[in-house]
């Protein structure tokens, strides 16, 4: 089962206060897989790999915008939240899940599987999206022009007129995921301007609201939250319960706390790490490609490594 809770606006400091927190229940086994959906007020977050020069605005001018700045552990570079842009914190681990093969699910699959219900939810409206090769995210052919001008199209190729709807960006440690996605619903565009967004100069971003053409229609954060949480069952074969509250979730693990860590992580005790084990190196990554090469398969058991965005 797929857990979800909607939190309505919240201060980007206290989302990584709560995650690291929801990420040791989760590990601990007190609560099963949880999507967390909210809105921030606006921020600038500067991944593992991210570049300084990729924020084109001046520290008075961000401060000025009442701008706030955040460097985390997630992969990828910076990356802009504000309201009116839905974003997602799965707090998922991956020893629970198995891939269409039966195979545990690694985090490229993972990420490859939140594109998919994004590119999903985007359909729920009629707007075609896809995905670029070579480029995490949900890319859609910008105004309304057909799908097909993004197949088969890659990173390398020259851009052509695509434009990001939604970034993705996970941390993964002991098999548990973190950070997510950001959706752009009705997200002022304008803002994209203080950055290069996700390190990326040659192509634009859109949102939901401009690829309708009557953004009217639109239905608030919360009710688009309860569609993409519906998405994310579909795509994950997975049953979706909404919580009422973090104070119900919170009760919940403390029921939890003396059952078998095993009965909600979703693997079998064998699959637990052990506390002995020293910590793994990270390896970040400047992109998650479309199939993982064969020389670095064996990264896939790390315990610890980021999915840019």
């Given at each position: 089962?797929?857990?979800y809770l909607y ?5 980007y ?7 690291e927190e ?7 086994g ?8 909210l809105?921030h007020?606006?921020?600038l ?5 991210a570049r ?6 001046s ?5 000025a915008?009442?701008?706030?700045l ?22 998922f681990?991956l020893?629970?899940l ?14 490859r ?16 999206a ?7 995210g ?8 057909p ?11 020259p851009?052509?007129r695509e434009?990001?709807?939604?970034a993705?960006?996970i ?12 959706f ?13 967004p ?15 053409p009557d953004?009217?229609a ?14 994310f ?11 009422e ?21 979703g ?5 637990e ?19 993982v090469?064969a020389?670095?398969e064996?990264l ?7 999915i840019?965005a």
């Amino acid at each position: 089962m797929i857990q979800y809770l909607y939190l309505g606006r919240v201060d980007y400091g206290e989302a990584l206060r709560l995650q690291e927190e929801l990420v040791a229940l989760r590990t601990a086994g007190r609560i099963g897989n949880l999507l967390l959906l909210l809105e921030h007020p606006p921020v600038l977050t500067l991944g593992r790999n991210a570049r300084r020069a990729n924020i084109l605005a001046s520290d008075e001018l961000l401060a000025a915008r009442g701008v706030t700045l955040h460097e985390i552990n997630r992969g990828g570079d910076v990356t802009y939240h504000g309201p009116g842009q839905l974003v997602g914190y799965p707090i998922f681990d991956l020893r629970s899940l198995r891939n269409a093969k039966g195979a545990r699910l690694g985090p490229v699959d993972f990420v490859r599987l939140m594109e998919e219900a994004l590119i999903r939810l985007c359909g729920e409206f009629g707007v075609a999206a896809g995905r670029i090769g070579g480029l995490t995210g949900v890319w859609c052919a910008a105004h309304g022009r057909p799908l097909d001008e993004l197949c088969g199209r890659m990173a390398k190729d020259p851009p052509g007129r695509e434009a990001k709807i939604a970034a993705i960006g996970i941390h993964v440690a002991r098999g548990v995921t973190s950070h997510g996605f950001a959706f752009n619903v009705t997200t002022d565009l304008g803002d994209f301007a203080l950055i290069n967004p996700c390190g990326i100069t040659d192509r634009p971003v859109t949102s939901l609201a401009q690829e309708l053409p009557d953004a009217a229609a639109l239905p608030t954060l919360e009710a688009l939250a309860l569609r993409a949480a519906r998405q994310f069952g579909t795509v994950f074969g997975e049953p979706v319960e909404l919580l009422e509250s973090l104070a119900a979730l919170r009760a919940q693990a403390q029921t939890a706390s003396a059952a078998a860590p095993e009965s909600l992580a979703g693997g079998a005790p064998d699959q637990e790490p052990s506390a002995q084990e020293a910590p793994a190196p990270e390896f970040p990554a400047n992109d998650t490609p479309l199939r993982v090469p064969a020389a670095i398969e064996h990264l896939r058991r790390s315990k610890d490594r980021p999915i840019p965005a």
